[in-house]
């Protein structure tokens, strides 16, 4: 088992002023410290030197890894786009659709909170952004499963499947941006801004409860 290596290239456990890392633990360290400066400033104001500065080695260790920037870039995107993903896949787990809209917003909210700089570097703007490495794949992937969840609600309730789609949308959109709001502002508290979103989303501007609250989150 390899150990753990933080951004800063100390090895938990280890003494002395150099460590030599292995080849894997040089790599997570390079990971790392990308990922927080990607966070910090985007890609373009985000150097190779700067990288290899803070993991005191030198710009041909990073070379070695990566290939430059652009791949250290991809490698930092692919694995949050799949962690948010599975984060909020996983959460999916209630049969009742609100309490299912609920465990969406929650996850989302989650992942801001704990995994800040994973979240601004998705949503930061960057000239390598793909159409399945970005933000908006992520909603996009989101989107498709709540579309299957609206599509089998809006079946049994008599409304037109087709429109599912866009339902589906929408409602992902909503989560998102507050998402982005939220990541700022830090204000309300997480389960308020989740409670507050299913508020308008599932009651309707038209049938807004007072004070909503998550279902989820109630005493029994």
Same mark, same amino acid.
């Given at each position: ?27 997570? @360290? ?6 927080? $400066?990607? &966070? ?7 150097? %190779?030197?700067?990288? &290899? ?6 710009? +041909? ?14 490698? #930092? ?5 799949? &962690? ?12 009742? +659709?609100?309490? $299912?809209?609920? @465990?969406?917003?929650?996850?989302? $909210?989650?992942? %801001? ?30 989107? /498709? @499963?709540?579309?299957? %969840? ?18 589906? @949308? ?17 204000? +309300? ?6 409670? /507050? $979103? ?13 004070? +909503? ?5 109630? #005493?029994?």
């Amino acid at each position: 088992m390899t150990d753990s290596v933080s951004a800063n290239g100390a090895v938990p456990g280890k003494t002395g002023s150099r460590v030599r890392m292995s080849a894997a633990q040089r790599r997570e @360290q390079l990971i790392a410290i990308g990922r927080e $400066l990607f &966070a910090e400033r985007g890609f373009d104001a985000t150097s %190779i030197e700067e990288v &290899a500065s803070r993991a005191k080695v030198s710009k +041909p260790v990073v070379y070695e890894h990566f290939g430059g920037k652009e791949g250290l870039y991809a490698v #930092v995107v692919d694995r949050e786009v799949r &962690a948010l993903l599975d984060r909020i896949t996983n959460a999916l787990t209630a049969g009742h +659709p609100r309490e $299912l809209l609920e @465990q969406a917003a929650l996850a989302l $909210l989650d992942y %801001i909170e704990s995994e800040t700089d994973g979240f601004r570097v998705l949503v930061r703007e960057s000239p390598l952004l793909s159409a399945t490495g970005n933000f908006s794949s992520v909603l996009n992937d989101v989107a /498709h @499963q709540v579309e299957h %969840i609206l599509g089998a609600e809006f079946k049994s309730r008599g409304y037109d499947p087709k429109l599912a789609e866009l339902y589906s @949308q929408a409602l992902v959109g909503m989560v998102a941006l507050t998402g982005r709001w939220w990541l700022e502002v830090r204000k +309300p508290r997480k389960d308020t801004v989740a409670a /507050h $979103l299913v508020n308008l989303a599932w009651n309707g501007l038209s049938h807004l409860e007072a004070k +909503p609250t998550l279902l989820t989150r109630r #005493v029994k």
